[in-house]
């Protein structure tokens, strides 16, 4: 039908409510929920004059889809034997089937010719442009039935879709099996979507517990298979970026590696300054990156562990290798930036003052109020003296070895 909802006759409707035997408040109720509605157009701010609705159902309405069922009831009784309809809201199609074409075209230039009149007697309007016919049949020779609607004729359709399901001319159901496919595919590349939590950032990767606990090998089939299940390069692009530079605050690098789906690739490398953190670096590939996916339907940042013998990484490192080894452009560092700059080099000062500094010391396992009585035992500084000469008299004096003050601290 076309513009069905907008076409209802709402006295039609009416008469069709009180023959399925709505009566008194009800029919009331409902006569004045459609009466008197009304609207106007906006256009660019200007308003046109309001409108009374003569025809149609509101859209949108709750009851809308209820009303129309009921108005679109009495269709049935243009249906004869032999021809079977299915309706579904404004959808209808007929069916028949019979040995010979020429039979079925006249049961169902029949049944047409009563919708027609259906049509003129409830001032409703069937769409021929869209109002189709097939055929199915095992024969190689298919006529043409030249059935018509009104004085329009019917096109006919070898692939008839009906609610979703495509017929093809023998039901082998070929066309069927080769659209859901298709449709599976977009479903795959949906769920896919789903599980990979566009727009978050996420660190967990599925059976890695700790990197420091698991062999290299183990990691590097994990996280290769979290890549090829939730982002499988036939549906996504996948974009790997590093960033690095030179003892963590110069001379940085970005490197971004693009594999796009039809098997081709990009690769891009970048200087990141003269001053620059291993942190700056990363964040301007990533920038780097997002301009160029910038149409993406959909984007989800994954962290992967690093020399895991991951293709996309290792290309991706070397490229911010590559980009740290370019000419760099000094520039006035941020806030954030300066800090962190003192503090490496502060770092790197101490170090080279304190060689002898083991960073895999065990009380580095500690608590640090562990580590606190573990080096005062170590040092010397420690309550003992002043809690042995205080409460037994043992020792020379509860002063600090250092003589400076009492050992209470």
Known sequence: MEKAFDRVWKKGLILQLMQAGVFHNMLKWIQNYLSQRTGRVNLQGRESRQAIFKDGVPQGGVLSPTLFLVFMNSIQNIIKPHVKAALYADDLALI????????????????????DQWTDDWAMTVNAAKTTYSIFSLSTKIPNLGLRINISLLEKENYHKYLGVTFDPRLTWCKQIETTRQSTSVLNRLASLESAEPNRIVKDIDGVTSKKSMIKRELHCLTQNMLDKKYPSNYWIRAFIDGLASE???????????????????????????????????????????????????TAAK????????????????????????????????????????????DCHWRQEHPQHNSKDAIHKLSRAEQVEIFRLRTGHNRLKQHLFSRSRIGDGPNCPCGANRQDA
């Not at 089937?97 to 010719?113: F, H, M, P, Y």
């Not at 690098?253 to 200087?271: A, F, L, Q, R």
């Not at 992967?304 to 911010?320: E, R, S």
């Not at 290798?321 to 452009?329: A, L, S, T, V």
């Open 96 to 115: 028949c089937s019979e040995d010979s074409c020429g039979t079925a075209q006249v049961r169902l230039q029949k049944c047409l010719t009563l919708l």
């Open 248 to 298: 963590a605050v110069r001379d940085g690098g970005g490197g971004v590696y693009i594999e796009w789906p039809n098997n081709s690739s990009s690769k891009i490398s970048i200087p990141t300054g003269k001053y620059s953190t291993n942190y700056k670096a990363e964040a301007e590939a990533l920038q780097v990156a997002a301009k160029v996916l910038v149409n993406s339907v959909a």
């Open 303 to 346: 962290w992967t562990p690093g020399h895991l013998d991951i293709f996309g990484n290792d290309v991706a490192d070397q490229l911010a290798k590559e980009g740290g080894m370019m000419e760099q452009i000094q520039h006035n560092p941020s806030y954030n930036e300066a800090k962190t700059l003192i503090n490496s080099a502060l």
